[in-house]
């Protein structure tokens, strides 16, 4: 069943959110790049991310490169971004297999 699209205002004032994912508008997909630990790091990211979206039977575009992994979220079928878009990037917000640290602040 093909979900409801969401306009731009109604994407962007979800992602605006302090609970909201953690991800950009851009070219009608919600957009994020994760800084991993290598490209082992990027495997085991990927692997979990691969976890979580057959869990909700909803799959993101993936682009690895090196310590770099860019997920782009969009219902295709629906033709533009829905919730099940913002429920699996607020999933894969969590994700924390494979990035690399950040040191704590001084």
Known sequence: MK???????DVTAALAQPDGPRWHLMG?????????????????FVTEVGRL???????PD?????NKVT???ITHDSGGITQFDL???RAIDGVTT???KTPPSA
């Open 87 to 89: 429920d699996l990037a």
């Open 71 to 73: 997920l782009a979220l």
């Open 62 to 66: 993936i682009d690895i490169r090196y």
């Open 98 to 100: 494979g990035t690399r």
């Open 28 to 44: 009608g997909k919600l957009i994020k790049t994760v800084d991993c630990a290598g490209f082992v790091g990027s495997l085991a």
């Open 3 to 9: 979900q409801p699209v969401l306009g731009d205002a």
């Open 53 to 59: 979206a057959e869990e909700a039977n909803h799959h």
